[in-house]
Structure formats: structure tokens, C-alpha cells
């Protein structure tokens, strides 16, 4: 056998090193993914690796829809991806002005 089948991997089981808060956005190495529900320290949690999530962008930053997106994890923000430091983690779904608090963004795993 090759390989046997473990679950569907919208979600992967995550067990943190300090307290996670549902909606945190959490970078696993290349993985980054939000947490679904509060995690404490040392406890199986999950975080989601699919779906569209309403995020705080960096000031001055705008996003066109479709564009990829990156995440800070120092200033817990969406950047532009390649951005210094950051993680890419999906891709805008709208269009997110400079002055915008928040952006649409669509989770994608495997950004290079």
C-alpha cells in the first residue's frame, strides 16, 4: 500500500504551542490556514485550509480581484504576496481599495 486515505483536507488537525482564537490566521510552513474555533495551548484544534475569509489588510495596500495575497504574520495583515516576511495564502476575490481595512480573500494551499 501506497497510501491510505486520511480525511478530506479543507481542514487539517493543529495542535498549538500558545492559545489560538477562532478566526486567527495561522502559518503551519507553507500552509497557512484560520483557526475555526479557539485552540488552546498543547490541544487538538483544527484550522481551515479552504474557503473565503474576510481579513485585516495593511494600510496603502490594494488588492484587484484575483490578485494573490500574502499574509504578515508580525502585523497579523494581508500584504501583497512576496511581500518581506510574508506567507502566500490565496487570492482576492474582490477588488480591495488602498484606504480598505479588510479584503475578500479565497484560501489557497501550495502557493509557490
Not at 498549538?16 to 490556514?33: E, I
Not at 495575497?69 to 477588488?95: I, L
Amino acid at each position: 500500500m501506497d497510501a491510505r486515505y486520511v480525511q478530506r483536507g479543507e481542514a487539517i488537525d493543529y495542535t498549538p504551542t500558545a492559545d489560538v482564537a477562532a478566526g486567527d490566521v495561522v502559518a503551519v510552513g507553507k500552509l497557512v490556514g484560520v483557526a475555526k474555533l479557539d485552540i488552546k495551548a498543547g490541544e487538538l484544534g483544527a484550522l481551515a485550509l479552504t474557503g473565503v475569509y474576510e481579513v485585516a489588510k495593511a494600510s496603502g495596500t490594494a488588492f484587484a480581484a484575483g490578485a494573490e495575497v500574502g499574509w504578515d504574520a508580525a502585523s497579523k495583515k494581508a500584504v501583497a504576496a512576496g511581500a518581506s516576511g510574508s506567507a502566500k495564502f490565496g487570492h482576492a476575490v474582490a477588488d480591495a481599495a488602498a484606504a480598505a481595512l479588510t479584503a475578500l480573500v479565497r484560501l489557497q494551499q501550495g502557493l509557490a
